[in-house]
């Protein structure tokens, strides 16, 4: 028999499991650590415009933007401690819990955004998303920013040996580590929320970031030059608690799920536009000198770069990447 909540379709408490129809009541967090004029806020809003108006307000989504909630060093335990439904982290950010998520730092190993999406979307993609199950977390697709270029206070980048000596911030990882040792620099991981500051009092002399991220932190009030090098990726991973994702019975988490479709798209679809739009403004705000590179000169970063490469390849497994060069 059905129960009286069910057909009466009232109310059901989110987070316990059991609700056997009928929209839960509940409240979802969403947190991530950029700004709000970003293709990961963008794809956050569509999520929250749909689950909202598709649940008729049974479902509420709260978004909290720049580290407000929880920042890069806390958000995946509270991820797991399920004080946060959904975080989007940068994958170099994950690469403690698999070393499938160091992919988007290979450099110049996806030529787009869609080459990225077609790889997560696919098998090998889908294998490193399950594969963080062991901490009770569903990874559930990719959102992408882009392509990472280097800012720096203390000279014009124009080929790889330019980097000798600076220290450069990372994202984090052995990888990105090793990519600057190779080019002769020193790097350290700082968390996103405190890099402003860490650039502006020069406790780093530089970083890699997308156009969007670059432009809406400004951190070109900081960096005299900006090198469009384009030699790896800003990917975020889509990640919500799995007992949380289990205790919504179907027509809550059917609503859910679509709104996540939506986001996704609006996310992918605004991500390069919005990257083309920040370099627009930072050349229009003139604070740094910006340079373009020929394609010998991104071949003699690619060909510095090789060893690295390769050795990654042994590092996540060459079936991988040979998977995501075909994209
Ligand atoms: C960074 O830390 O530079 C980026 O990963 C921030 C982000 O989430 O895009």
């Not at 080459?115 to 696919?122: P, Q, R, T």
């Not at 000198?289 to 050795?311: C, G, N």
């Amino acid at each position: 028999a059905l129960s009286l909540a069910a057909c009466s379709g009232t109310k059901e408490t989110g987070g316990t499991g059991g609700a056997e129809s009928g929209i839960q009541e509940m409240t979802i967090k969403i947190s991530h650590v950029v700004a709000e004029n970003t293709p990961k806020q963008q794809g956050a809003l569509k999520m929250k415009e749909y689950i909202e108006s598709e649940s008729d307000g049974k479902i509420k989504v709260q978004i909290y933007p720049n580290s407000q909630l929880f920042g890069d060093k806390d958000e995946y335990q509270n991820l797991i401690a399920n004080n946060v439904q959904f975080i989007l982290p940068d994958m170099a950010k994950l690469v403690g819990s698999d070393p499938g998520f160091n992919i988007p730092s290979m450099p110049f190993l996806f030529e787009s955004d869609e080459a990225a999406n077609a790889f997560w979307d696919g098998e090998k993609g889908q294998e490193i998303f399950k594969r963080l199950e062991k901490d009770g977390v569903r990874g559930i697709t990719n959102w992408p920013n882009g392509p990472k270029h280097i800012t720096n206070n203390i000279k014009e980048i124009k080929g790889p040996d330019d980097l000798d000596g600076m220290k450069i911030r990372t994202q984090g990882g052995k990888l990105q580590e090793e990519i600057y040792k190779t080019l002769g620099a020193g790097s350290t991981s700082i968390p996103f929320g405190e890099l402003y500051t860490a650039l502006q009092q020069g406790t780093v002399d530089g970083q890699e970031n997308t156009f969007s991220n670059i432009e809406s932190k400004k951190f070109d009030e900081t960096q005299k030059y900006m090198t469009i090098t384009g030699h790896n990726r800003v990917e975020y991973a889509l990640l919500t608690n799995t007992k949380f994702w289990d205790s919504m019975n179907d027509e809550t988490r059917e609503i859910v799920e679509k709104g996540i479709e939506e986001g996704t798209k609006v996310a992918r679809q605004s991500a390069a536009d919005l990257n083309n739009k920040s370099l627009e403004k930072l050349k229009e705000r003139g604070e740094m000198k910006i340079t373009e590179l020929s394609e010998e000169d991104i071949a003699a970063f690619k060909q510095k770069l090789a060893p690295v490469y390769k050795a990654w390849t042994e590092e996540i497994g060459a079936d991988i990447i040979k998977d995501a060069e075909s994209k």
